[in-house]
């Protein structure tokens, strides 16, 4: 079956830094995303590996190890508005996004 | 980037009543419309796909009769919530695909109550 698994909640300082790890399991692959969801909101994209790899885009970076079937967000310099679910989801064979159950992250001052 | 808008953003319906909720894609071309709904802390479900001028690929346990989805053009798909329940009080957000099959762009969603 296909499957994704993430942690149910983190806690970071402000300032910090934080990575949140995804594993997955699908039939084929094309692609692994995170999204950040606030809650009340819609999720909005943040990044998108299909290489291995890691990708920066600011404070945001996001590492593909596709043998491993696994990816991490990063974020540093963490600030309070950083408080969020952060969903990874995978592009399956049928390009269609299997979504992982989301990590709330807590910032703290 | 591209802009995905849905209409109305909240709503309040009485039980029995039927909702329809407008998703638009507004700056590109979406072949494909998915209609995803949340409950409360949880992480989203995939209820149905659909495909301009085709008819809606249900999700197991999703009820077709009940969710009436409609992709009449490129740029617009409708959900519509027949025979309303409490129980279908949710967050419903769409997303639209563009041409390249990966991207994914997500409406701001519609928080459904059904008194």
């Known amino acids: 079956g296909q499957n994704i698994d993430q942690p149910t909640e983190m806690t970071a300082t402000e300032g910090a830094i934080v990575q949140i790890n995804c594993t997955y399991q699908?039939?084929?692959?094309?692609?692994l995303f995170w999204y950040q969801q606030h809650a009340g909101e819609a999720p909005t994209f943040l990044s998108y590996n299909v290489l291995d790899g890691l990708e920066e885009k600011g404070r945001f970076s996001s590492f593909l190890s596709r043998s491993k079937g696994y990816s991490y967000l990063l974020l540093k310099e963490l600030q309070m508005k950083d408080s969020a679910s952060y969903l990874c989801?995978?592009?399956?064979?049928?390009?269609?996004?299997?979504w992982g159950a989301g990590t709330k992250l807590i910032i703290k001052p | 980037g591209a802009v995905v808008s849905q209409h109305p953003s909240r709503v309040i319906c009485k039980s029995g009543t039927s909702v329809k909720i407008e998703c638009r894609s507004l700056d590109f071309q979406a072949t494909t419309m998915f209609w995803y709904r949340q409950f409360p802390k949880k992480s989203l479900m995939l209820m149905a796909t659909?495909?301009?001028?085709?008819?809606?690929?249900?999700e197991q346990g999703v009820e077709k009769d009940k969710f009436l989805i409609n992709h009449a053009s490129l740029t617009l798909s409708t959900l519509t919530v027949t025979s309303a329940h409490p129980e279908d009080s949710s967050f419903y957000i769409c997303s639209a695909r563009g041409m390249r099959d990966h991207e994914q762009y997500f409406g701001p969603g519609t928080r459904l109550t059904v008194t």
């Open positions: 659909s495909n301009e001028g085709s008819k809606a690929t249900y």
């Open positions: 989801a995978a592009l399956d064979s049928n390009y269609q996004l299997i």
């Open positions: 699908t039939s084929g692959f094309n692609g």
